[in-house]
Nanobody, 122 residues
């Protein structure tokens, strides 16, 4: 049975940082391009970042470019999202999911875990 868990979320002030992790068993992370998407109440799901199975290429939504960094450790079956300079508009539930690129467009599959909540407020 697949068991994937996202962690690392929390409450943080604007300008702060968080590091999200996605890890688990049952799935070989190296077999997938992986990414993060977020869902805020009343808003559409937003793809945040995507990373190739080997660690390249990487993609970021314009809203997080220059502030977020996606990375992975296939040996540890773990995906990361380093989030710096956080803004209130980054508040959402964050999920890890497989992602794909086609014709310079990116898409994200269903979230693998239950998500981790990020709340940015003063």
């Amino acid at each position: 049975q697949d068991q994937i868990v996202e962690s690392g979320g929390g409450d943080v002030q604007p300008g702060g940082s968080l590091r999200l992790s996605c890890t688990g068993s049952g799935l070989r992370f190296v077999d997938y391009n992986l990414g993060w998407f977020r869902q805020a109440p009343g808003k559409e799901r937003e793809g945040v970042a995507c990373i190739g199975w080997s660690g390249l290429p990487t993609y970021y939504a314009d809203s997080v470019q220059g502030r977020f960094t996606i990375s992975r450790d296939n040996a540890k079956n773990t995906l990361y999202l380093q989030m710096n300079s956080l803004k209130p508009e980054d508040t959402a539930m964050y999920y890890c999911a497989p992602c794909i690129e086609y014709a310079n467009e990116y898409g994200w599959g269903p979230g693998w875990g239950h998500g981790t909540q990020v709340t940015v407020s003063s």
